[in-house]
């Protein structure tokens, strides 16, 4: 079973910061949170992934909450490219194990 | 370079054939998976292949499934008899043993008829 809740979907103007909340209250203390995104008719794609600290990439911040019960991953600016479904895990790094994911948050960029 | 590639990209067929999907994954890549996702569902695990490892089936959902990866590269991932309710994407992925993250490809849309 999924160890996160996603909202089902949001909705986000273009141009605005688009922040997709997280919850993963049983994560244990050698798990990441990673971020995947699945645009229409392609594979999921990787965005991020954190421990306990914040992190930023060309693509997205990931927040974490101290107690690590839940995180956000935003979207700085968004597009209607940012259309897709975002899925939140959380795994073991660098394990070759499989990826359980979730039903995740339908993100509608709206113009 | 080059990223996942699948082949084909869509298959019909007709209930109670087989049918063989095909993935090519990154060259390099010691970790395959492949995944399937069903009309409006999320992502299920089918099976992974890690080096030379016997593989991780414990996603196959029953035993018309089978795949094989042929000289730790190209995996093919085969359905016997084939039922309507196989009718899916299904996705294949790769991984390096110094990447966190898993590469996938395009997908395979299979309809059963």
């Known amino acids: 079973d999924a160890k996160t809740t996603q909202p089902p979907s949001m909705d986000c103007a273009e141009g605005r910061a688009a922040n997709l909340p997280c919850n993963h209250s049983?994560?244990?203390?050698?798990?990441?949170v990673y971020w995947y995104r699945q645009i229409h008719s392609q594979g999921p794609q990787y965005i991020i992934h954190g421990l306990k600290n914040n992190e930023t990439n060309e693509m997205a911040s990931l927040i974490i909450t101290e107690d690590r019960k839940s995180s956000t991953l935003i979207l700085p600016h968004a597009t209607l490219r940012d259309t897709a479904v975002y899925y939140c895990i959380v795994r073991v790094a660098y394990r070759d194990d499989k990826i359980i994911f979730g039903k995740g948050t339908r993100l509608h960029i709206l113009p | 370079g080059a990223g996942v590639s699948q082949s084909p990209s869509n298959k019909v067929t007709e209930k109670g054939k087989d049918v063989e999907l095909r993935c090519d994954p990154i060259s390099g890549h010691t970790a395959l998976y492949w995944y399937r996702q069903s009309l409006g569902q999320g992502l299920e695990f089918l099976i992974y292949f890690q080096g030379n490892s016997a593989p991780d089936k414990s996603g196959l959902p029953s035993d018309r499934f089978s795949a094989e990866r042929t000289g730790g590269s190209v995996s093919t991932l085969t359905i016997q008899r084939t039922q309507q309710e196989d009718s899916a994407v299904y996705l294949c992925a790769s991984r390096s043993t110094t990447d966190n993250e898993q590469f996938f490809g395009p997908g395979t849309r299979l309809t059963v008829l």
């Open positions: 049983t994560i244990s203390g050698n798990e990441y």
